[in-house]
Structures are given as structure tokens and as C-alpha cells.
């Protein structure tokens, strides 16, 4: 069965810097968007990033562009979230998240209830 497990969260103050992985197995990985899904305590589900199975097409909200960044490694069947310049309102668990089936490689859905497939959650807290 598809696996999603997020490693790299942690503490960290503001203005600093954390990478989250998320290692998938049981899907044929170089063929399915990714994407990270955030929550915080008392909201709801937050897209944050995604990115096409190619890598050439990555999506972001408005409020992490630029300071955030998605990448995949395809070989090693694994995706990342790069997290700079981070603030206390990115404090949240941080879900990596995949579709239910491959797509076309411009494809990097940006709603949460695009997704199928959910790891277990990595908390991201930032101290001010």
C-alpha cells in the first residue's frame, strides 16, 4: 500500500531554517505530483506547496512564496520542503500528501481534498 512518511520538523525561531522530507513508497513515485498540506491548531486544512511528477511545475500560497521551496528526487523517491525565513504563523503539523493516481506532468493540484494518499504529520513549531 502507498506510504508518505514526513521526517524534519522540529523547533526552530523565527527567521531560521528547516527542510521536511517525505519518503513514499508503494506508488510509482516519478509519475505522481506531491504536495504539502499544513494545519494548525484550531484550522483547518492549509495547501502550502506542490509539485508535478517532473519537477518543472511547482505551486505555492501566497503567504510561503519566497520563502519556501518544493523539490523531488525522483531516484530516491522522495520529496522536500525547504523552509526559510519562517515565521511563527507557519507553526503547524505539516502533512506531505500525493493524488490517487498519476498525472500529466504539469499537473501539481493546490486543494487539500485533491490529494488521497496522507502521511502522518511532522510539527513544525516557531518561537518568536
Known amino acids: 500500500q502507498v506510504q508518505l512518511v514526513e521526517s524534519g520538523g522540529g523547533l526552530v525561531q523565527a527567521g531560521g531554517s528547516l527542510r521536511l522530507s517525505c519518503a513514499a513508497s508503494?506508488?510509482?513515485?516519478?509519475?505522481?505530483?506531491m504536495g504539502w498540506v499544513r494545519q494548525a491548531p484550531g484550522k483547518e486544512r492549509e495547501f502550502v506547496a506542490s509539485?508535478?511528477?517532473?519537477?518543472?511545475?511547482?505551486s505555492y500560497t501566497d503567504s510561503v512564496k519566497g520563502r519556501f521551496t518544493i523539490s523531488r528526487d525522483n531516484a530516491k523517491n522522495t520529496a522536500y520542503l525547504q523552509m526559510n525565513k519562517v515565521k511563527p504563523e507557519d507553526t503547524a503539523v505539516y502533512y506531505c500528501a500525493a493524488p490517487g493516481g498519476p498525472g500529466r506532468s504539469t499537473c501539481a493540484p493546490t486543494r487539500p481534498a485533491s490529494y488521497t494518499y496522507w502521511g502522518q504529520g511532522t510539527q513544525v513549531t516557531v518561537s518568536s
Open positions: 508503494g506508488l510509482t513515485f516519478s509519475t505522481y505530483a
Open positions: 509539485i508535478g511528477w517532473s519537477g518543472g511545475t511547482t
